[in-house]
């Protein structure tokens, strides 16, 4: 069964996808109109801390139908363990996806705390395992570790973390990991174990992700770009006698029209500053990871129309108008979006995390308006078979 996940964003948001800068939240300057929390009369906070706000976007995601969300981890968020934490004890059935690098926690400890998660939960942690695009976000977290060392890392991570699971004492000795007859005490031991949401595009990622993912997540890319890593993964994956799903995430901007649509995104697209995003690329400089960057003719600017930043169906736009992560996404009616997600179920996707500002508002309207229609047609297909 396809999974649908929403992004929880634990960076800001914004009210209005047309807005410059977040107005939800304290992750950026308090400014006229901010919420949860703002100030009142300029000066006092409104005592509405922005991790109520999460849990409203939470269980808005919940009652829309998504099967969970996922809790991002940058320098500028709160720790994605605490607010799991929290969205565990204030939702039902919603499963919520811990973003984290093997490099901030021991593998032994962690498989402590993700037990007892699951306990508290009733079963319903996933991880993303994160393991680092190197430069200068790399080096925040103090992390100096060579590109494909840290694969290795996260793969001999991965190897403890499982170990400890099964509850019985567990050895283990890596290049960076080793312990001695570890055990999860017996309360703990037993419990579900956490999908693994593992991203990553190079050669040593594949690599880690055929031997411990349970799905290749990655960010959108044009469609046979797609189709090859998804084929590398599967290749690797059934040597070691596994299978890995595909999984991908991107923006999501619908309407119920087409034209609604793309008037959103005209009238989001004139108040971009671009100046100040080419500050913001310049600051964040590069790092060491492998992805597939967009062809010059997609790189949005100033100067270039919306509609002409398409591929195979999908608009590159969307991450200078609050979309955090991945450049192509969808613009569209509800029909389109849907078409959109079939067309990526038709590869083989069956994982998906998506996202749209604001949060809160577009959970409910992605949920009741999309989703629906992607299950429903699936649904008709199988009918149609019988």
């Not at 099967?67 to 994605?80: E, K, M």
């Not at 977290?141 to 001999?156: L, P, Q, S, V």
């Amino acid at each position: 069964m396809v999974e649908f996940h929403w992004r929880l964003p634990t960076h800001g948001d914004r009210a209005d996808v047309s807005l410059p800068h977040d107005t939800r939240g304290d992750w950026g300057p308090l400014k006229a109109g901010n919420q949860a929390p703002g100030l009142v009369g300029g000066e006092q906070p409104d005592g509405i801390p922005y991790h109520d706000h999460l849990l409203e976007i939470a269980r808005a995601a919940e009652l829309a139908g998504f099967d969970g969300g996922l809790v991002p981890s940058f320098p500028n968020t709160d720790d994605p363990w605490v607010i799991g934490a929290a969205i565990a004890r204030h939702t039902k059935a919603f499963k919520f996806m811990i973003a984290f690098q093997p490099a901030w926690i021991d593998p032994a400890y962690a498989a402590k705390a993700a037990a007892s998660l699951q306990r508290l939960s009733g079963g319903r942690l996933n991880f993303n395992i994160i393991t680092g695009g190197g430069g200068p976000s790399q080096l925040w977290w103090g992390d100096r570790i060579a590109h494909d060392d840290r694969y290795t890392r996260t793969t001999e991570f991965l190897d403890v973390f499982k170990g400890l699971w099964e509850g019985k004492p567990f050895s283990y000795q890596g290049k960076f990991f080793q312990l001695d007859n570890a055990q999860l005490p017996t309360p703990l031991a037993g419990q579900a174990f956490p999908s693994l949401y593992f991203a990553g595009s190079s050669n040593a990622a594949l690599e880690a992700q055929g031997k411990h993912a349970d799905f290749n997540l990655t960010h959108m890319e044009p469609l046979e770009n797609l189709r090859i890593k998804f084929d590398r993964v599967r290749e690797l994956a059934s040597k070691e006698g596994r299978k890995v799903k595909p999984a991908v995430r991107f923006n999501i901007l619908a309407r119920e029209t087409e034209e609604e649509a793309w008037d959103e995104v005209r009238r989001a697209w004139t108040n971009v500053d671009w100046d100040e995003r080419d500050r913001q690329l310049k600051a964040r400089g590069r790092g060491d990871g492998i992805g597939s960057p967009l062809p010059p003719h997609l790189v949005p600017s100033r100067d270039k129309d919306p509609k002409d930043l398409q591929i195979d169906g999908f608009f590159s736009g969307l991450g200078v108008l609050g979309g955090q992560g991945t450049p192509l996404g969808v613009v569209g009616s509800y029909e389109t979006a849907a078409a959109r997600i079939d067309t990526l179920i038709n590869l083989g996707v069956e994982g998906f995390i998506l996202a749209g500002s604001p949060h809160l508002e577009e959970a409910y309207r992605i949920g009741e308006e999309v989703i629906p229609l992607v299950r429903g047609r699936k649904a008709k297909f199988a009918e149609a078979a019988e």
